[in-house]
């Protein structure tokens, strides 16, 4: 199994709070990944990193941010948590190999209940 | 964006039949993973796929690269209690490599 730990695996949080999810690495893979997955939806991109400070967006980024000041660790943040943003959430990672797609490897994931 | 099709979205099957499912899209794709996920877990890579007409096995289970470009296949072989999950197909969906696509699954169910 890849060496990827999420935390908490399960969070019940208020509309408005702001909330902070981690995933850890220990197998030095440069990209990192946020997914969310929804009944109906798959799982969908949120943010991803391609290095320490090197973020950018996916398709649902909207009320999330993210920060990555070390290789291993990667945080996902909801400044003000939505109903709407009730979800599993999935960390992934993966190494660039040339000339091939970025296979990714996920973690167990974090259920987020904002009642 | 681009979209990924699975087929069929759920199946309820006996142990010991064989599965086939399918995965497609509106525009070509140049690679195709197959993930299974079991039931509160993340994504488990099976199989990866790089070439048009590839078809390669991971044990009991085989996927294929459609020639089209537009299509990959997973088959299982003799279906066990195990196999029960989430099958899920992705690609990249442009051709940078770095994200990935994916399709919203193949729920499969094994009837005692």
């Known amino acids: 199994d890849a060496g990827i730990t999420q935390s908490p695996r399960h969070k019940v949080t208020e509309t408005g709070t702001p909330v902070t999810l981690r995933c850890h690495q220990t197998?030095?893979?440069?990209?990192m990944y946020w997914y969310r997955q929804d009944p109906g939806h798959g799982l969908r991109l949120i943010h991803y990193s391609y290095g320490v400070k090197d973020t950018d967006k996916g398709e649902v980024s909207d009320g999330y941010s993210v920060s990555r000041s070390k290789t291993e660790d990667f945080l996902l943040t909801l400044e003000s948590a939505t109903s709407s943003q009730t979800s599993v959430y999935f960390c992934?990672?993966?190494?660039?190999?040339?000339?091939?797609?970025?296979?990714?490897?996920f973690g167990p994931g974090t259920r987020l209940t904002v009642t | 964006g681009q979209q990924l099709n699975q087929s069929p979205q759920s199946m309820f099957i006996q142990e010991g039949e064989d599965v086939s499912m399918n995965c497609t899209s509106s525009?070509?794709?140049?690679?195709w993973l197959w993930y299974k996920q079991d039931p509160g877990e993340g994504p488990v890579l099976l199989i990866a796929l790089y070439k048009a007409g590839e078809l390669t096995s991971n044990g009991r289970l085989t996927a294929q690269f459609g020639i089209t470009r537009k299509d990959s296949f997973l088959n299982i072989s003799a279906s066990i209690p195990s196999d029960v999950g989430i099958y899920f197909c992705a690609g990249p969906p442009n051709f940078g490599n770095e994200k990935l696509t994916f399709g919203t699954g193949t729920r499969l169910t094994i009837i005692p």
């Open positions: 197998e030095n893979h440069r990209y």
């Open positions: 992934a990672i993966s190494e660039p190999v040339p000339g091939l797609v970025y296979e990714q490897y």
């Open positions: 525009s070509i794709f140049n690679t």
